[in-house]
C-alpha cells in the first residue's frame, strides 16, 4: 500500500487594520499541495468568514425571471428540440439519442473529434435538487451509447470527458439543463497532466494512485464522505475548485466500459452532490468526469468526476475566476475540505 503525503505549509501576513483603529492584526494563510498534481490552493480562515462576498446570495427570483424570458428562443426546450443538429446515419440512425427525457446531440460547434450535447430536462431551469437520479442517469446512458457507437467505428485511442457548465457563472452560453460529451485523439491538458501523473505513481510505487487515496481518506475519515456502488465520494486536499467534491471509481478508468450499475450509482452521487451544494446556499456549478479508452496494460487509471461550485448569478455579479485561478493555476479555499466533507455526509447517509 503507497503512503500518500499531504504537505501543506503556513505563512502569516500583518497589517494595522483601519476596521478595528489601525491595531496590529497577524493573519495565517495556509497553502496545500495536492499529493499527486502538486496544485496549490490557499486558505486564510478570514476570506472563510466573508465567503458571501466572494459567491453572493441565491437569487432564484432573477433565474426564474430569466427562465421565463429566455425559454421561447432555447433550441434545447420541447417546442424547439426537433431543430438541433443530428448525427450522421452510420454513427447514430436516427439521429439523436434519446432516454427518458434526455435528448443527445451534436454540437454546433465542436470542440474536439465527437462533441455531444445532452438536454438533461424539458424543463428550461432546474434547481439543484431537481437534478434526480433518475435524470442525470438517462442522460449518463445516452452518452454511454454514443461512446459504444464511436468505439464501435474507431480502434485509435479516445480520450473522453462528461461536462456540465450550469447557469452563466459557470460558462452556460443557455440556461436550460445539459451536459456535454467530448472525446479526442489527444487528451487536453488537464487529463493529459492527471494521466501521465498516474502513470508515474503507478511506475515509482507499484499500486494505482486513486485506489491509494480511497485507503488513505477511508483510513483518516477527515475527507472521505461515502461509497455509493463502486463510486467513492470525498472532498479534494487541495481543491481546484470552490467546494469540490471527487467521486473516483474503484477500478474502471474507461466510460465506455462502466456497467449500467455503475452509471446509476454515479448519479445517485451526482444528485446528492448537487443537493449539498443547493443547501449551502449555491446554484450554479462545472463538473467534468475523466476517462480514456482502455489501454489493454494497467496505467493506474480510475474514472473520476470533479465538481465545483461557481458564482451564484445576481445582478452586476463578478466572476470568482481571477489571476489566482487563471495566472497561477491555484485556488482560493472558501470552505476547508473537512468541514465541507463533515456537511456532505448527512445528505449521502439520506
Known sequence: MGDIVFKCFEDTFEILNPLSDFKREVQRIEVRRDPL???????????????????GDADLALLRQLAEESTAHCFFCPDNIAKVARFPPELVPQGTIKKGDTVLFPNLFALGKYHAVAAVSGRHFLALHEFTPRLIADALRAMHELVASIYRQEAAPL???????????????????????????SPYTEQANLLRQCRDYLADRGNAYHQDLIRTERASGERYIARIG?????TAYSPSGSNEILGIHEQCG???????????????????????????????????????SDPGVPDGFSCLIRLVTRQNPY????????????????????????????????????
Not at 230 to 234: D, G, K
Not at 279 to 291: E, K, R, V
Open 159 to 185: 480520450y473522453a470527458t462528461v461536462n456540465a457548465n450550469y447557469l452563466f457563472p459557470a460558462g452556460a452560453s443557455l440556461m436550460h439543463p445539459h451536459f456535454q460529451l467530448l472525446l479526442t485523439s
Open 37 to 55: 498534481s502538486g496544485r496549490t490552493s490557499v486558505y486564510n480562515p478570514l476570506i472563510e468568514t466573508r465567503a458571501k462576498l466572494f459567491v
Open 230 to 234: 463502486a463510486w467513492h465520494w470525498l
Open 254 to 292: 474507461d466510460f465506455g466500459q462502466l456497467t449500467d450499475a455503475d452509471l446509476a450509482a454515479l448519479a445517485e452521487g451526482l444528485s446528492v452532490t448537487l443537493r449539498v451544494y443547493e443547501s449551502l446556499g449555491h446554484l450554479s456549478f462545472n463538473f467534468t468526469l475523466y476517462s480514456r
Open 315 to 350: 445582478p452586476n455579479y463578478r466572476t470568482d475566476d481571477f489571476f489566482l485561478q487563471k495566472g497561477l493555476h491555484t485556488e482560493v479555499i472558501l470552505t476547508l475540505p473537512e468541514k465541507l466533507a463533515a456537511q456532505a455526509r448527512p445528505h449521502f447517509a439520506k
